[in-house]
C-alpha cells in the first residue's frame, strides 16, 4: 500500500508542476525606477498583472517611499491612513499582488505623489494554459487524462497520500 500511495504522491505532484504558472516580477518604472516625473500610469498600460505578480521599487530611500491607500486617497495624493506601507528602509522594495484587486500605490514622502509616484494596479487571474496540440501520430500510445480524471483522480489520490502518511504517523505513536 505504501508504494502505491507513494506512486499515486508523484503522480499528482508531476499534474501539479506541470500545471504551475511563474509569477512575474515586475521593475516598476523598468530603468527609471519609481521617481517623480514619470507618468506611472502610461508605464503600466500595456501590461497584465496576474496573480503572485511582484512588484519591485527602486527608489531614492531618504527621499520616497510606497504606500499603498485607497482610491480616494491615489486620487488626491493624501498618504494619511493606508492600507500598507510596503517601505521597509533600504529603496528597494516587493510589493507581492496575492489578491484579485486594485492596488493603489503612492510615494507618501517628499511630495513624490504630486511628481507623478502613483501607481494603479489592477491584478487578474492567470489565464488558463495554451492548449497542448494534438498528436498526429496515432500509432503512438499515450496517457490522455480527461477533464473528469483531474476533477476525480488528483483529489482521490492526495486523500490516499494524506491517508497513508497519516496511518504511519499514528503507527509511530
Not at 516587493?94 to 509616484?117: A, E, P
Not at 500509432?139 to 490516499?160: K, N
Amino acid at each position: 500500500m505504501a508504494r502505491v500511495a507513494v506512486l499515486v504522491a508523484t503522480v499528482v505532484l508531476a499534474f501539479l508542476t506541470a500545471a504551475t504558472v511563474t509569477a512575474k516580477k515586475w521593475t516598476v518604472g523598468d530603468n527609471k525606477f519609481w521617481n517623480p516625473n514619470i507618468n506611472y500610469t502610461v508605464w503600466a498600460q500595456d501590461k497584465h498583472f496576474y496573480l503572485d505578480d511582484w512588484l519591485y521599487f527602486v527608489y531614492e530611500r531618504n527621499q520616497y517611499n510606497v504606500i499603498e491607500v485607497n482610491e480616494t486617497n491615489y486620487i488626491s495624493c493624501n498618504p494619511n491612513n493606508p492600507i500598507a506601507n510596503w517601505s521597509r528602509g533600504s529603496g528597494r522594495d516587493l510589493v507581492h499582488l496575492n489578491v484579485t484587486r486594485h492596488y493603489y500605490l503612492i510615494s507618501g514622502n517628499g511630495g513624490g505623489c504630486y511628481g507623478g509616484m502613483k501607481l494603479d494596479v489592477l491584478v487578474e487571474k492567470s489565464p488558463p494554459p495554451p492548449a497542448s496540440s494534438p498528436v498526429k501520430n496515432s500509432a503512438r500510445s499515450s496517457l490522455t487524462v480527461s477533464g473528469f480524471a483531474h476533477q476525480f483522480v488528483i483529489p482521490v489520490a492526495v486523500f490516499a497520500a494524506i491517508g497513508t502518511m497519516w496511518d504511519k504517523v499514528l503507527r509511530l505513536w
